[in-house]
């Protein structure tokens, strides 16, 4: 018997149910998504936020520290921004209260590249006269806040210092000449340093990392004043530098006094031929007088070309006989003094207070204390004409040579086959006739890349081959004997060089 169906029952009902249900389902769906997504967009954006906040950081840090470095001196230490422990020195909000930063820079001796965060926290100080030199490498760390520190981002980047002033001058030993029976070295020394301490003589001394102490950390700066690298720079912001009296004369004592915000007269130094420290006159001439070892007390006094000290004139200033008292040995890391590319001089970049010297005792040349003239306009050269060169012009090949007081040319060769010290010889009449033996190529700033910059290259067999010292060749007391080595990207290799900068100052930026 078939169902009879009630009147209107044709099944849209549930159907109508449906509808409702999956609609309702679409609906929260849908909301649920929407919402979701505007979540996600919201939390984009405050990621963003927190990055450019940590950005902002970087470019604040940044601008802190070129405005510090830009004084081009060591007192520039007391401008960058210093803090206590891991605190940040640098801080700010964005515009709109959209997010803010903090910036902690970490100050280095040593590259901090491919290092960890512990190694730099252990290398490093966030308060640059903590370092008791100027730093050479900064690690910034900013971090970045959105609106309500909801999102944080970190960013890191290193940034080279180019401090020129002591460019690649940490500071280090001002020795006395050793003799053949020394059994070891002595240096230049400021114990306790303060204004009037007595500047002494003291068996040479290292850190365990290979530095130098840093009572005997001195550098010998382009005025010509010696200065004393590690002197706590809140005490004596102009530094403590070395002198006798205010004006100079036999029998005054050596001593660490007030650097002069102007370069003083009675703080200027000249390394002489003789490798005697002379006292200047007007910042002009030498007057004569010269640094003295008093074996006795180890204390240093002035002598004169008369040996009026103690009535000897064996010990007289400008003695042509190297001496333990009264000759000079100045370190690769001490400084150069006012040598370099106005002076004619030739400074080798990693031995920093070295230039390339014609040996006129023989043949050769070497890496010699650099020699200093206090006249650019009207140089002394008698004593610097066998460091003072003529060069080809930077990028282009020809001969390269000194001229001696009498007007002959000396040009320095390329060594013969199997030997790797140049030698120095008459000079051809020209480049056009000379063999290749005679022809260098003056890279200077011209070359594309820094490896290849401020070289002296060999040219026909010898090219490829790159002008340096020779630390291994069996050396001088003073000096590296100066020859030929394949070219690199060494720094040995490079002369009168200026430091190597990244072009935005902020290098390997790297979100942590």
């Given at each position: 018997?078939?169902?009879?169906?009630?009147?209107?029952?044709?099944?849209?009902?549930?159907?109508?149910?449906?509808?409702?249900?999956?609609?309702?389902?679409?609906?929260?769906?849908?909301?649920?998504?929407?919402?979701?997504?505007?979540?996600?967009?919201?939390?984009?954006?405050?990621?963003?936020?927190?990055?450019?906040?940590?950005?902002?950081?970087?470019?604040?840090?940044?601008?802190?520290?070129?405005?510090?470095?830009?004084?081009?001196?060591?007192?520039?230490?007391?401008?960058?921004?210093?803090?206590?422990?891991?605190?940040?020195?640098?801080?700010?909000?964005?515009?709109?209260?959209?997010?803010?930063?903090?910036?902690?820079?970490?100050y280095l001796k040593s590259d901090p590249a491919q290092q960890s965060d512990a190694w730099v926290k252990a290398n490093g100080v966030t308060c640059a006269a903590?370092?008791?030199?100027?730093?050479?490498?900064?690690?910034?760390?900013?971090?970045?806040?959105?609106?309500?520190?909801?999102?944080?981002?970190?960013?890191?980047?290193?940034?080279?210092?180019?401090?020129?002033?002591?460019?690649?001058?940490?500071?280090?030993?001002?020795?006395?000449?050793?003799?053949?029976?020394?059994?070891?070295?002595?240096?230049?020394?400021?114990?306790?340093?303060?204004?009037?301490?007595?500047?002494?003589?003291?068996?040479?001394?290292?850190?365990?990392?290979?530095?130098?102490?840093?009572?005997?950390?001195?550098?010998?700066?382009?005025?010509?004043?010696?200065?004393?690298?590690?002197?706590?720079?809140?005490?004596?912001?102009?530094?403590?530098?070395?002198?006798?009296?205010?004006?100079?004369?036999?029998?005054?004592?050596?001593?660490?006094?007030?650097?002069?915000?102007?370069?003083?007269?009675?703080?200027?130094?000249?390394?002489?031929?003789?490798?005697?420290?002379?006292?200047?006159?007007?910042?002009?001439?030498?007057?004569?007088?010269?640094?003295?070892?008093?074996?006795?007390?180890?204390?240093?006094?002035?002598?004169?070309?008369?040996?009026?000290?103690?009535?000897?004139?064996?010990?007289?200033?400008?003695?042509?006989?190297?001496?333990?008292?009264?000759?000079?040995?100045?370190?690769?890391?001490?400084?150069?003094?006012?040598?370099?590319?106005?002076?004619?001089?030739?400074?080798?970049?990693?031995?920093?207070?070295?230039?390339?010297?014609?040996?006129?005792s023989g043949v050769n040349t070497w890496a010699f204390p650099c020699k200093q003239s206090l006249s650019i306009q009207y140089p002394d050269l008698g004593d610097?004409?066998?460091?003072?060169?003529?060069?080809?012009?930077?990028?282009?090949?020809?001969?390269?040579?000194?001229?001696?007081?009498?007007?002959?040319?000396?040009?320095?060769?390329?060594?013969?086959?199997?030997?790797?010290?140049?030698?120095?010889?008459?000079?051809?009449?020209?480049?056009?006739?000379?063999?290749?033996?005679?022809?260098?190529?003056?890279?200077?700033?011209?070359?594309?890349?820094?490896?290849?910059?401020?070289?002296i290259e060999g040219t026909g067999s010898w090219a490829g081959q790159c002008l340096a010292p020779l630390p291994a060749a069996g050396n001088p007391v003073q000096?590296?004997?100066?020859?030929?080595?394949?070219?690199?990207?060494?720094?040995?290799?490079?002369?009168?060089?200026?430091?190597?900068?990244?072009?935005?100052?902020?290098?390997?930026?790297?979100?942590?």
């Amino acid at each position: 018997m078939r169902a009879l169906r009630r009147r209107g029952d044709d099944g849209s009902l549930p159907l109508a149910m449906l509808v409702v249900i999956v609609g309702f389902g679409l609906g929260a769906l849908t909301a649920t998504t929407t919402l979701r997504g505007a979540l996600d967009t919201n939390g984009a954006v405050v990621r963003s936020s927190a990055l450019l906040a940590a950005r902002s950081g970087l470019t604040s840090a940044l601008a802190s520290l070129r405005a510090a470095e830009s004084t081009g001196n060591i007192g520039a230490i007391s401008a960058l921004p210093c803090t206590t422990g891991s605190a940040a020195q640098v801080s700010g909000a964005l515009s709109g209260k959209d997010g803010s930063y903090a910036t902690t820079i970490w100050y280095l001796k040593s590259d901090p590249a491919q290092q960890s965060d512990a190694w730099v926290k252990a290398n490093g100080v966030t308060c640059a006269a903590q370092l008791l030199v100027t730093p050479r490498w900064a690690y910034v760390v900013a971090v970045g806040s959105s609106a309500g520190a909801t999102y944080m981002r970190t960013l890191i980047g290193i940034y080279q210092f180019k401090l020129r002033a002591v460019g690649n001058m940490p500071g280090g030993q001002i020795r006395v000449y050793r003799t053949a029976a020394a059994t070891q070295d002595y240096c230049l020394t400021g114990d306790g340093p303060a204004v009037g301490t007595p500047v002494t003589m003291s068996v040479c001394a290292t850190n365990t990392d290979g530095t130098t102490v840093d009572k005997q950390k001195f550098g010998y700066m382009s005025d010509l004043t010696i200065k004393l690298m590690t002197a706590d720079p809140t005490l004596y912001p102009n530094g403590l530098c070395v002198q006798a009296g205010a004006k100079e004369a036999f029998g005054q004592q050596l001593k660490l006094q007030d650097c002069g915000l102007a370069t003083s007269i009675s703080q200027q130094w000249k390394f002489d031929g003789y490798s005697n420290f002379q006292g200047t006159d007007k910042g002009l001439i030498p007057n004569l007088v010269c640094w003295n070892i008093v074996t006795a007390s180890q204390t240093i006094v002035l002598n004169d070309t008369s040996g009026n000290l103690n009535h000897d004139y064996t010990h007289r200033c400008a003695a042509v006989t190297m001496t333990n008292y009264q000759s000079w040995n100045v370190t690769g890391d001490a400084g150069a003094g006012a040598a370099g590319p106005d002076s004619g001089q030739l400074v080798n970049f990693k031995q920093f207070g070295k230039c390339l010297d014609f040996n006129f005792s023989g043949v050769n040349t070497w890496a010699f204390p650099c020699k200093q003239s206090l006249s650019i306009q009207y140089p002394d050269l008698g004593d610097v004409w066998n460091e003072v060169w003529t060069l080809p012009g930077y990028g282009t090949k020809g001969l390269v040579y000194v001229t001696k007081t009498d007007g002959t040319k000396v040009c320095m060769k390329a060594p013969v086959s199997g030997t790797s010290k140049v030698t120095m010889v008459t000079c051809p009449a020209s480049a056009s006739v000379a063999t290749a033996a005679f022809i260098w190529w003056a890279r200077g700033g011209k070359a594309t890349v820094y490896d290849e910059k401020y070289r002296i290259e060999g040219t026909g067999s010898w090219a490829g081959q790159c002008l340096a010292p020779l630390p291994a060749a069996g050396n001088p007391v003073q000096a590296d004997w100066v020859g030929l080595t394949t070219c690199s990207g060494d720094y040995l290799q490079k002369w009168n060089a200026d430091p190597p900068v990244s072009t935005s100052g902020l290098a390997s930026v790297i979100e942590k």
